[in-house]
Nanobody, 120 residues
């Protein structure tokens, strides 16, 4: 099993910045993908950013140039750096990862979610 603990959400004014963190712990050989999702009230959950084991990144069009995903392999932690925040970025942000276990099984895990609220 893998446990994900998120931190860094909160209330920020439009134009401000926040950094979300997601730390993975538990029994696994490796983490293969590191993702951030969000779900705003009344909307479907969407992928915000992802980074692969090779370091390639992908972003939702709405956040390109403002958000950046990064990771610290030694700490099994990844981050979402959010700049120039807008009120419509308000959502619950969740981290997700896929991990390979010692029995070669690959599973997907989700964090508990952290609220980001951007005021105008």
């Amino acid at each position: 099993q893998v446990q994900l603990v998120e931190s860094g959400g909160g209330l920020v004014q439009a134009g401000g910045s926040l950094r979300l963190s997601c730390a993975a712990s538990g029994s696994f050989v490796s983490i293969n993908t590191w993702d951030w999702y969000r779900q705003a009230p009344g909307k479907q959950r969407e992928l915000v950013a992802t980074i692969s084991s090779g370091g390639s990144t992908h972003y939702a069009d709405s956040v390109k140039g403002r958000f950046a995903i990064s990771r610290d392999n030694a700490k099994n932690t990844w981050y979402l750096h959010m700049n120039s925040l807008k009120p419509d970025n308000t959502a619950v942000y969740c981290c997700r990862c896929t991990a390979t276990h010692y029995d070669y099984r690959r599973s997907t895990y989700w964090g508990q979610g952290t609220q980001v609220t951007v005021s105008s």
